[in-house]
C-alpha cells in the first residue's frame, strides 16, 4: 500500500517499516500512528519486521506542533484530546508493535524520544547507532509517559533506571543502553544499516511458527505465575510441535544438515 508518512518495502521475507518524515525527525502524528497499525495488520507473508526512520533520527517523539491547541483557552498537550488521540491512535499502534506474531527489529539511529522510544522499545530487538539515544521527555512538558513505557522500561531496566529515565528525563545513549539491559545492542553508526539487516534476514528465516509462540510467551509470562507459564509453554510446544519447520528441524538434526525452515 501507499502510506503517507511511512514507507513499506520487501527484502526476501523481510518487511522494511520506515517512519518517512525526515523533516520533523520522523516526529509521529496520529496518522503515522495508524499507517503503522495499518502495515502490521496484513505481513502479505513477512515473516520478520525491520524499523527505520528515515533521515538523521528514528523519531522525536509525537507531533506536538501538529497537534497542539493554541488557542490559550485550553491544555496545549494534554487534556481529553491527550486521551482520546492515546486510545484510539497511539496505544493500538504499540499493541500492534508488540503482538505481532513475527519478530520486530527496530534500528536507532538519533533520538528515540517521547513516544519514539515507546516504537522502538516495543521491537523484539532494539539495535541502536552510538548517536542513537532513548529520552523520556515528558517532565519537560509536564506530562506522564505514554506508549506503554510505564509498562516495558521497569522490566527491561529495573525501577532505579525506570525513575531515573521518567523522573529526570535523562538521554541514555546507545553504549549505556545496551550496558543497563535497556537494548539489545550498540554498534557503530555505520554499521547500523547491516547489523540490522542481518539480524532481521536472519529471524525471517527461522522457524516462525515457534518464534511468535516464543514472542507470545515472553510477553505473557512477565503476567503469570510460575505454574501458568509451565502450562503456557507446554501448550505452545504442541502447537511448535506440529508445525512442518518441527518436523523439518527434527529431520535436519537426523541427518546432520542445516535446517531450511518455511514459516509454516
Not at 526476501?12 to 500512528?33: D, I, S, W
Not at 513475527?102 to 513516544?115: D, H, I, L, T
Not at 531515573?164 to 539489545?184: D, F, P, Q, S, V
Not at 555505520?190 to 507470545?216: D, H, I, Q, Y
Request: some cysteine; proline content about 5%.
Amino acid at each position: 500500500m501507499s502510506y503517507e508518512t511511512i514507507t513499506t518495502t520487501r527484502a526476501g521475507n523481510v518487511l522494511k517499516l520506515t517512519l518517512n518524515r525526515p523533516e520533523r525527525l520522523n516526529a509521529c502524528p496520529p496518522q503515522m500512528a495508524d499507517e503503522i497499525f495499518d502495515a502490521l495488520r496484513d505481513l502479505d507473508g513477512a515473516r520478520a519486521v525491520l524499523m527505520t526512520g528515515e533521515g538523521r533520527a528514528f523519531c522525536s517523539g509525537a507531533d506536538l506542533a501538529a497537534n497542539a491547541d493554541k488557542s490559550g483557552t485550553g491544555p496545549i498537550n494534554g487534556g481529553d484530546r491527550a486521551f482520546t488521540s492515546l486510545q484510539r491512535h497511539y496505544n493500538p499502534m504499540i499493541q500492534a508493535l508488540a503482538s505481532v506474531p513475527v519478530p520486530v527489529v527496530s534500528a536507532v539511529q538519533g533520538p528515540a524520544a517521547g513516544v519514539g522510544c515507546s516504537i522502538a522499545l516495543a521491537a523484539d530487538f532494539v539495535i541502536a547507532g552510538k548517536s542513537g539515544y532513548f529520552l523520556q521527555a515528558f517532565v519537560n512538558i509536564g506530562l506522564v509517559p505514554d506508549g506503554g513505557s510505564s509498562w516495558m522500561l521497569p522490566r527491561l531496566v529495573g525501577t532505579a533506571q525506570a525513575t531515573r529515565m521518567m523522573m529526570l528525563g535523562e538521554k541514555i545513549h546507545g553504549e549505556e543502553a545496551e550496558r543497563i539491559g535497556l537494548i539489545y545492542k550498540c554498534v557503530a553508526d555505520e554499521a547500523l544499516t547491516a547489523e540490522a539487516e542481518a539480524l532481521a534476514e536472519k529471524l525471517a528465516n527461522g522457524p516462525t511458527v515457534a518464534l511468535g509462540l516464543m514472542k507470545r510467551n515472553i510477553r505473557a509470562g512477565l503476567e503469570s505465575d510460575f505454574t501458568a507459564t509451565l502450562l503456557m509453554e507446554a501448550q505452545g510446544q504442541r502447537e511448535a510441535g506440529m508445525s512442518q519447520d518441527s518436523m523439518e528441524g527434527a529431520m535436519s538434526f537426523l541427518q546432520k544438515r542445516k535446517p531450511a525452515f518455511k514459516g509454516a
